[in-house]
């Protein structure tokens, strides 16, 4: 749907950039309304207003964030100039906000690139007048069950909406990712086996258990973890594609990921997950015509941004944060297997809670239970900590999950938890933390480093 | 296939766990045991346990480890069909799964009535409910029949997703939970509803009846854990399958977190 710009266009596009201007001089975020004003009052703005040259789509349950970070750290220092929506949102009003600020009054666009992060569940408002020239998708997961349901309606939303003309950088490993838009031309990224895969899913969901084509069950060949690995099918002769971007060997002690291409590549983290993060990012960047070279050399200084990831070494112990998004169950279990597979005696914090639901509603804790919390019940872990509104529900999960009660520590004063923190033994402290609990995840990672510098001390 | 290696290869994972804590729990439990072997199957769970609704049975297999806990996968023959249950379970599914699971019923219609018009107990949460409707009727009206045993039928709209928290009476039950779906059921359930609404919806936004109870088969829309969330209902249940007193897995905890729960739900 490409629509002629017309005078109301026009219209819109000054409002709101005078918005912008408003907002900003009175010193407040202009990411936001101008693109939600211009969508209001004029729903096909999108369509209307012009968009850069190439745009390079992020889309997927998990890791669309970091993988917009890593795509546009890489070109910023391989000189690209470009216009993104990191400081945004990434539904239709978010895109228009930065394609407001990228025009000029005549609509123009400045510059000829741009990188969308992108909603999944919004694609019916975005593709019917953005096409993006590459689509990352990263994976697809059960994610809140309010807003996005399940992977099928997800997957049946893009399917309809992704652009014909759009190319696919797809995740190979994840069968639905794998099997979106099946016209559209597309590459693949994937990790071949790993010595950690096993035969059967350990998780509570695996989303991909009957073929596709013809509802026949699936075989995993091998399973890393929900329904990302490799399958095929009993009954047909429907598989996993076959991958593009193929990493073969990773050494975490050496931190370097090898490709089946030869290329080799530092690893910035050793989580699973941003292992994928890096190679969708390859993969697109490599589309693009990037060299191994100019993307290892940008990408090896990088890392994940604090808000998401840190570690800090107290005394003998380390203090590791980690974002762990609440009500995504998928993210949630990622994290509780990193967690439980990091070498050493761990106490771990839990701050999942929806803090808007815990000051308005009453939170809908039934993501807790399709969440691998079974992951905690774990030798290395010796005490687990959990504080919030919902932190009754959060004693019963954890038994349920087989933990023993007085390795639980439940409390509903989060700033009240680390008095109980017991560090005898403890080599690695970890707080997870939802994405709405940054002052929160601070407050008490002080809170732990003060207790452990006061122990030292005694 | 036997019921020994149906168990085997349906069961969860953590087999070896289970055992041990079983064989613990037998010990402990053994007051309780009821005369005759209570038979569990829970239907499909590799497709219909979305939303944490595959924990229900998991939940009861620690509260009566004792009992006989059968997971049938979609392509086998449902044990119902030949054996005789003390209670079949279903949850929550995709509105693809729907239309499959509705295929591999249909074989069971007339045994499924006569089980329910036998006492036989059912427990369908989430979108299950809409599997006995007399029908599913998609956007552009198009109809998929169900097994046509519930006086009711579902209109779904994809575009449009109703959440809600919900409060009811059951008999003397405060029942509490959560709806998330895409559809709203119509029809007359004032002889067969499960719960009357204190907050939240009933079938409909309209409706004050929630879910269906006919005989011993309850259904109801709200998904979830809503054993764990509801002990006094889960008591109820444990009761009727035979169980005289039963205890719950962590009692004083679920009854705290129902207690929260309830509190802070009636004062929203
Ligand atoms: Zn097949």
Redesign the pocket.
């Known amino acids: 749907m490409r629509n002629k710009k017309g005078i109301k266009f026009y219209l819109v596009l000054y409002l709101a950039k005078m918005s912008r201007i408003a907002l900003k001089i009175v010193g407040r975020d202009a990411t936001y309304f101008p693109g939600k004003l211009a969508v209001t009052l004029c729903p096909d703005f999108l369509g209307r207003i012009e968009k850069p040259k190439t745009i390079i789509g992020v889309t997927g349950t998990n890791g669309k964030t970091t993988v917009c970070n890593m795509i546009e750290d890489t070109l910023r220092e391989n000189g690209y100039d470009f216009i993104d929506n990191h400081l945004g949102s990434n539904i239709n009003s978010g895109l228009a906000s930065t394609l407001i600020e990228g025009a000029n009054l005549k609509g123009k666009q400045k510059k000829e690139l741009a990188v969308f992060e992108i909603d999944e569940r919004s694609a019916v408002k975005v593709y019917p007048y953005i096409t993006p020239t590459y689509l990352v998708c990263t994976n697809l997961f059960r994610d809140s069950l309010r807003r996005n349901a399940h992977t099928e309606f997800i997957s049946q939303m893009l399917n309809d909406y992704i652009p014909k003309q759009t190319k696919l950088i797809l995740n190979g490993d994840d069968l639905i990712v794998s099997n979106l838009a099946k016209e559209n031309a597309r590459v693949y990224f994937g990790i071949d086996k790993l010595p950690t895969d096993t035969d059967k899913c350990e998780n509570i969901v695996c989303d991909m258990v009957s073929?596709p084509?013809?509802g026949?069950k699936l075989a995993y060949d091998f399973v890393r973890y929900n329904h990302i690995g490799r399958a095929h099918?009993t009954?047909?002769d429907?598989c996993s594609p076959k991958i593009d971007y193929e990493v073969n060997h990773i050494d975490l002690e050496n931190m370097k990921m090898q490709l089946r291409n030869g290329e080799s590549y530092d690893l910035i983290n050793n989580n699973i997950i941003n292992i994928y993060n890096m190679l969708a990012t390859i993969a697109v960047l490599k589309e693009m015509g990037l060299s191994q070279e100019k993307i290892n050399q940008s990408l090896r200084k990088q890392k994940i941004v604090d808000t998401r990831f840190s570690k800090e070494k107290v005394g003998n112990i380390e203090v590791i944060t980690h974002l762990s998004k609440g009500m995504n169950p998928i993210a949630c279990s990622r994290v509780f297997d990193y967690v439980r597979k990091e070498k050493g005696n761990k106490a771990v914090f839990i701050l999942l809670d929806d803090l808007h639901d815990a000051a308005h509603s009453s939170e809908n804790i039934a993501w807790q239970y399709d969440t691998d919390y079974e992951f905690l019940n774990d030798e290395s872990i010796k005490q687990i900590l959990i504080a919030g509104a919902r932190y009754l529900d959060g004693i019963v999960r954890l038994q349920m999950a087989g933990i023993p009660k007085e390795k639980i520590v439940a409390k509903r004063e989060e700033l009240s938890l680390v008095e109980s923190l017991q560090l005898e033994g403890i080599e690695k402290v970890f707080i997870l933390h939802d994405l709405y609990a940054i002052s929160l995840k601070n407050k008490i990672k002080q809170q732990v480093v003060e207790k452990i510098k006061g122990e030292e001390a005694k | 296939m036997s019921l020994e290696t149906k168990m085997k290869s349906t069961l969860d994972l953590n087999l070896e766990d289970f055992c041990e804590w079983k064989n613990q729990e037998k010990q402990e439990n053994t007051f309780h045991k009821p005369e005759k072997e209570i038979i569990i199957e829970s239907l499909f769970p590799e497709y219909c346990g979305y939303f944490g609704d595959g924990q229900n049975m998991k939940y009861l297999q620690k509260c009566i480890p004792e009992a006989t806990f059968i997971n049938t996968p979609l392509e086998d023959i449902p044990y119902f069909a030949e054996h005789d249950v003390d209670l079949l379970y279903m949850g929550t599914m995709t509105e693809h799964t729907q239309e499959r699971v509705i295929q591999k019923l249909l074989a069971y219609q007339e045994r499924i009535k006569q089980m329910i018009e036998k006492g036989v107990h059912f427990l369908l949460t989430g979108n299950s409910i809409e599997i006995f409707s007399q029908y599913i009727e998609k956007e552009k009206g198009e109809k998929i029949p169900g097994l046509g045993i519930f006086p009711i039928y579902a209109k779904r709209d994809m575009m449009h997703r109703h959440n809600s928290l919900f409060v009811g009476k059951y008999e003397d039950i405060q029942i509490v939970g959560f709806r998330s779906q895409f559809t709203f059921a119509y029809g007359e359930n004032a002889h067969c509803y499960f719960a009357k609404v204190e907050k939240g919806i009933g079938l409909n936004p309209q409706s004050t009846l929630e879910g269906i109870k006919m005989n011993n088969c309850i259904a109801t829309y709200l998904l979830g854990p809503i054993c764990i969330l509801n002990p006094d209902f889960t008591r109820k249940l444990l009761q009727e399958l035979g169980i005289e007193k039963p205890t719950l897995a962590f009692e004083e905890d679920v009854e705290k977190a129902y207690k929260q729960r309830l509190k802070e739900f009636e004062n929203l």
């Open positions: 073929c084509v013809c026949g099918c009954k047909c429907f």
